[in-house]
């Protein structure tokens, strides 16, 4: 089965994968450094990508997007990208919680020795942050918390490279391979393919916000008299 | 290759606020309009709240596309174009109708346009069975456009491509002093419909509440122009309503709400309309299409009526729900741009949200 994924939970990225009975693999990748470019680098990325792979929307079995958690505009314009695109095309859609693909990509090393947490710039003196067992198993999360929250453990993820120092402080570890790793959608979708050769369930589209808008219900008026 | 159409079949979408609106047309025929708001939400904010829009339009925007395909009975295959609102607007909630709209282009292969969501406004006009009933529209065009988010006189020398801005608000939009001032006069949100309501039962001569920038520094003479003839301010006019009720409540005295409320609203539609008038006068505009959810107010388009008739121009109101935000005005005017031969917008557009009115089209 193919399946396309796409992430813009903090970097924009898109994944094209063959997913078998056996093992998945990654046929193609769009992604961008940039945070705050999603509207307009998403759709060109996708289409270059099944342009050069040569593969038709019609030929997809799954449509998959990562749903955060992330600052909340640029993780909208992945879903409603990924919405669209499986209402144009016709075809099953599934989310996937972004933060699995870092523990995907340190489990995939051979870098999880025990018990760690993956963590993403959550902006506002914030993580967004979720714990994992060695195998890659979440246990708790997505979570978003100042960094002192967190449980001493190794910490991986772009989240951890930014607060290093504090986290080293306080007992966590934060080793240098993934200290600057972002979710991609390479990672989330074979993070994907394993649950669902595990005979796991994936998740609706429903974005993980974790945070209300800010506005505050208006009190009585302000006076001048 | 998409050659120019007698009568492309066009989907637009919008979400520059807190509709999310779909529409398909045939050239002038208005084929679907659905729209789905998320106003109720905000209700307990007195007023639209972006963030919470933004979330509404990533859950309207695929059930509303659905819908409105099912109601005109035509395919994505269908479609000669896709448009879509990129500016002006809220920069969240915009981002999420132009993802939607790249994403309809990707899977169709459709070409994408770009619209500008004021034009479009007056682009609505332009559909049959509306004032113009599928006729040009007419030249010496003037728009008058006036909304929770806007508050603009325009003119249309060319819809497709010359459109020039002849005043707006340098601060609040009308509709958004009518919140303000419901807020202030405990009546319900949106403002604008329970201030109207009140109003009808109020002495509009009551008060006397003062019309932004119409004092001769501001308005200078037709020959010398002064900085801000054609352009409006409602900010000190909702100061103006708050400190006047504080008074009737420092005293003691009951306010005169249905008053205050009349008085307020001819204050702004006093305002509003002498101004649109005279641009008319000033810049040869023979007819004045009237647009925005504030195009809904029984007093605006009385007095609108009334003044435009006395200085012999054409008035021209669409029907309410096509004033109000939706997806319609944004096919209806992306319909023209590819009758007119212009060009598509392409993936790469990013949403302006100051989006000027010369731009109608990116």
Known sequence: ?225 | MNLPSAAPLVLGIESSCDETGVGIVRGTELLTNTVSSSMEEHVRFGGVIPEIASRAHLDAVVPALRRALDEAGVSLEDLDAIAVTSGPGLAGALMVGVCAAKALAVATGKPLYAINHLVAHVGVGLLDGGPLDGRDLPENLGALLVSGGHTEILRVKHITDDVELLGATIDDAAGEAYDKVARILGLSYPGGPAIDRLAAEGDPKAIRFPRGLTQPKYMGTPEQPGPHRFDFSFSGLKTAVARCVEQYEARGEAVPVADVAASFQEAVVDVITAKAVLACREHGITSLLLGGGVAANSRLRALAAERTAAAGIELIVPKPSLCTDNGAMVAALAAQVVMAGGRPAGLGFAPDTSQPVTSVSL
């Open chain 1, 1 to 225: 089965m193919l399946i396309l994924t796409i992430d813009t939970s903090a970097i924009a990225s898109a994944a094209l994968l063959s997913a078998g009975d056996d093992a998945a693999e990654v046929l193609a990748t769009f992604a961008t450094e940039d945070t705050r470019s999603h509207a307009e680098v998403l759709a060109p990325g996708i289409r270059r990508m099944l342009d050069d792979a040569g593969v038709p929307g019609a030929r997809l079995g799954l449509v998959l997007t990562g749903v955060g958690p992330g600052p909340f505009t640029g993780l909208r314009s992945g879903i409603a990208t990924a919405r669209t695109l499986a209402f144009a095309w016709d075809k099953p859609l599934a989310g996937v919680m972004s933060l699995d693909a870092v523990a995907w990509d340190v489990v995939a090393a051979g870098a999880a020795v025990s018990d760690f947490v993956v963590a993403t710039d959550a902006r506002r003196k914030e993580l967004y942050w979720a714990q994992y067992a060695a195998d890659g198993t979440r246990q708790s999360g997505p979570h978003v918390t100042a960094p002192s929250e967190l449980p001493a453990l190794p910490v991986h993820g772009a989240g951890a490279g930014l607060y290093a120092q504090q986290l080293e402080a306080q007992g966590s570890s934060v080793p240098e391979a993934f200290a600057r790793t972002q979710p991609t959608a390479a990672s989330l979708g074979l993070s994907a393919a394993a649950v669902l050769r595990g005979g796991g369930r994936l998740a609706d589209s429903s974005p993980l916000y974790l945070r209300e808008s800010d506005a505050q219900v208006p009190g009585p008026r302000k006076r001048a008299l």
